[in-house]
């Protein structure tokens, strides 16, 4: 069996989804993307598609060694989320061929279920805690939200008294078994972090993330002795190697984005590096079905797992959601806050081609948001 065709498709809402094709009919799909990034991405599997066209698609170890380093130059989130969609793909051909899916290939399943948490809004307290209500209702023992909009690098103390508020009514709203998790973007600086911090500890978040950007790592160990809050962070890196820095920092929770982070196969060896320093894995994942079938898989096989990120129904996904390019939407539906295991060989989701087809046939050309402070000068979004 060789490797017979590779494509890629650039999917509303902002996703890239590519196929592999063997000379025996089976098929493989992966997501590599960088959000905003897209057809960077799409240049890149061109180019590392002439490697792997007429290759034994089942080694898959081999074909990430020269995939990630045979260029010489390696890393970075464009080649990384490139070997990263080619990674799912190749490990949902092999399931397939197998005929088991991923989890039990990497080792079998750890665990019966998979939690994961939802996206709540709301600029407001109110606001928070009705969304917050809406998700209660439905099942869900854990959301996350962003610890602000735009807010100044040295925050004000009413910006911070802002993020308590929001932080407090989402904590009101879940009470004391169920968690809240908020991101910060890495959009204040580190003195500010540590201030927020502070904070929001008497709310005992499950964790906050990006108190800082990934730039700013050598003060993280700062950051991190701040409170007792856990710290989180990692879509932005890329290599196990990446990862060593604010692993030695002390973080508690890493999050490498399966689409970013080299796949699949780079996921569990940054999962083990992080269990070696007691730390665990809430993998990142705003994406696509791809991504998050991909990292369902890990978060089964992976002792040191915490929780799933998922976007269905998160604001990016105007036109088409998690479900829109699956045949059947039972991967993706939460019971009690949780996936269920899915037996399916690969990935686990049936991908509905023919709606891919028709879908990158308008493509997308999303680009994030570029944010401004008053004063004009630019602000981390
Ligand atoms: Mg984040």
């Keep these: 069996m060789k490797i017979e065709r590779i494509e ?25 993307v ?5 057809e960077v991405v799409q240049t890149a599997i061109e180019v590392l598609s002439e490697y792997l066209i007429g290759q034994d698609p089942l080694q898959i170890e081999r ?18 989320s490139a070997v990263a969609g080619l990674d799912h793909a190749l490990w949902d051909l092999a399931g397939k061929v197998y005929g088991a ?16 948490y939802a996206w709540v809004g709301g600029d407001e307290p109110a606001a928070v805690a009705d969304q917050v209500f809406e998700q209660v209702e439905a099942g869900m023992t854990a959301v996350k939200m962003n610890g602000s909009g735009r807010i100044s690098p040295s925050p004000s103390v009413a910006e911070i008294n802002d993020i308590v508020a929001r932080l407090g009514a989402a904590r009101g709203a879940l009470g004391d078994t169920r968690d809240v998790a908020i991101d910060l973007h890495g959009r204040v600086g580190v ?8 904070a929001v500890e008497d709310l005992q978040p499950l964790f906050v993330e990006e108190p800082v950007l990934p730039e700013h790592m050598a003060h993280l160990a700062e950051v991190v002795s701040t409170s007792t809050v856990p710290v989180a962070l990692g879509e932005r890196l890329y290599h196990r190697a990446d990862f060593l820095a604010p692993l030695n920092a002390g973080v508690a929770v890493v999050q490498p984005d399966v689409s970013h982070a080299g796949g699949i196969s780079e996921l569990r060896r940054i999962a083990v590096l992080a269990d070696t320093h007691g730390a665990m894995v809430a993998p990142h994942c705003p994406l696509g079905p791809i991504s998050l079938a991909a990292s369902l898989q890990v978060a089964f096989a992976t002792p040191n797992f915490l929780i799933q990120e998922q976007s269905r129904g998160i604001h990016y996904n ?9 045949t059947d939407p039972a991967p993706f539906t939460w019971v009690n806050g949780h996936a269920e295991w899915n037996p399916l060989p690969g990935l686990g989701v049936t991908v509905d081609e023919a709606a891919v087809r028709a879908a990158a046939k308008t ?10 402070h008053e004063d004009g000068s630019f602000a981390e979004w």
């Design 318 to 326: 105007v036109a088409s959601d998690l479900t829109s390019y699956v």
């Design 8 to 32: 890629t498709f650039l999917v509303p809402p902002r996703w890239l989804f590519c196929r592999i094709e063997t000379s025996d009919g089976v098929v493989g799909w992966g997501e590599p």
């Design 101 to 116: 899916p991923v989890a039990s290939l990497l080792g079998g399943r750890v665990r019966d279920r998979v939690r994961v």
């Design 191 to 198: 003195a500010g972090a540590r201030r927020i911090l502070r």
């Design 63 to 80: 074909h990430w060694q020269v995939l990630s380093k045979g260029g010489f130059y390696r890393g970075g989130p464009v080649l990384s």
């Design 34 to 38: 960088v959000e905003g990034r897209a």
């Design 363 to 372: 493509g997308h050309a999303w680009r994030n948001p570029v944010w401004t």
